[in-house]
């Protein structure tokens, strides 16, 4: 019988393998944050220079998709330069590769003009051609505009400088945003709103409500040719307030980085204040103030105040009763708030508002103890009563905002009026309810509020 022939081998064939299952790199992302580096240029020459003055924008994230990042690029580095001559921009796009990790690729050059819109410039040098082509850009638009107040460089500020300009360096000059050239001033300026201005949003260049304050600088250069530097700018609504008269609200204030911290805020604050007095408005009032603003504007009205006769007697008549002492000791403690006619005395002739002369108020009171040392125990338990009142709702007969729509003429669909109801539950909604927490944040409050005011205060005297 024969044997069972075994299958030949085929010599050609390999062992079967497994086949491996490859996986691409997911992309991460990059924040905007860490590859966009932003510089204010005032010549052709500081373009790409190692002096040039750099921004730091307060969120570059927000404008790169929903969770701020960048996604299908290797080695990206983007270097934008914004002029401060015509306010034009070019950003400079330099990566090693593309690739598309799962999230796409983002759209750089829309993804930009979400910020810089038309003043984005596509080429290099069309960018800087317009350090020339423009280098009259603000003397321009500002022509037609009223010029309110001139500082000469010594400092002193002639409210009568209309009459006469030879001797002034910084005006400021108002423009009607209704106006085509206002306007056109704004729009070149809204990246640098986006940019610099926490929470911003472009105000509207068609509602002639609003109206441009812009700072500026004047300067002969060696050729004798007066150049215009904008040093910045605040933008100012007027509302109708009934029956017969209006009121300003400072909707949005900027100086520019290279000039910040030199006392142009509170310049561009004090011209604002005297218009208010000046135009016989109801009130100035300021729109969600940030706190280092906060801190500019009540030390403008402090220097005010100081030399406002009517008040002298409340704050006098205050600062007595306090230094009587042993007030950190009582159960209760008054807030010590200002005599109705006091509030209505600053407001009809100084054109601070309520809330802003209640701020105010606190620092006279602490100025007018001398010495403040001694005093200090009881100071701080008044303020501790007014915070206390104003987030918890205790004795303070109001709180909580609610908004009610109003008909207008200009445009229906916006138009409301804010006022601030007798129901505490607002107020107290973001304090933890845990009682231990709860005295943690208000003593945390107090805090920071008695910060502040030694700071307005060592300001004022340094003045």
Known sequence: MGQKQQPTADPISEPKKRRRVGFSN?????????CILIYLV????????????????????????????????NGLKITIWVSSISFHAFADIKFQSTSDGGKGITDLKSSLQRIF????VDNKDDFL?????????????????EILQHKTSNGHVDSNSHLGTAASDVEVVRMVIGNTAAGHLYSRLVPLVLLLI?????????????ELYVLIQKK????????????GFTAVYRFYHYPDSTRLRLSQILVLPPYQHKGYGGHLVEVLS???????VYDLTVEEPLDYFQHVRTSVDIKRLLLFAPIQDAVNSTVSYLKQGKLSKKTHVPCFN????????????LKINRIQFLQCWEVLIYLGLDPVDKYMEDFVAIISSRVKADVLGKDSGSSGKQVVEVPSDYNPEMSFVMFRSQDSEAARGWIDENQTNQEEQLQQLVDERVKEIKLIAQKVHHV
């Open 274 to 280: 005297n218009v208010a007095i000046l135009e016989d």
């Open 129 to 145: 051609q317009t350090f020339s082509t423009e280098s009259h850009f603000v003397r321009s638009v500002i022509s037609d505009g």
């Open 117 to 120: 819109a038309d003043t984005l």
């Open 338 to 349: 200002p005599p109705a006619s006091a509030v209505e005395d600053v407001r009809k002739t």
């Open 220 to 231: 002969s250069d060696e050729q004798g040719d007066g150049q215009h530097k904008l040093l």
């Open 198 to 210: 926490d929470g911003s949003n472009p105000i509207d260049v068609d509602d002639p409500g609003w």
């Open 42 to 73: 005032s010549s052709k020459e500081e373009v790409g220079a190692s002096h040039s003055f750099r921004i730091s924008p307060v969120d570059l994230n927000s404008f790169f998709d929903e969770d701020g990042k960048i996604y299908g690029y």
């Open 26 to 34: 997911i992309d991460d992302g990059i924040e905007a944050n860490q």
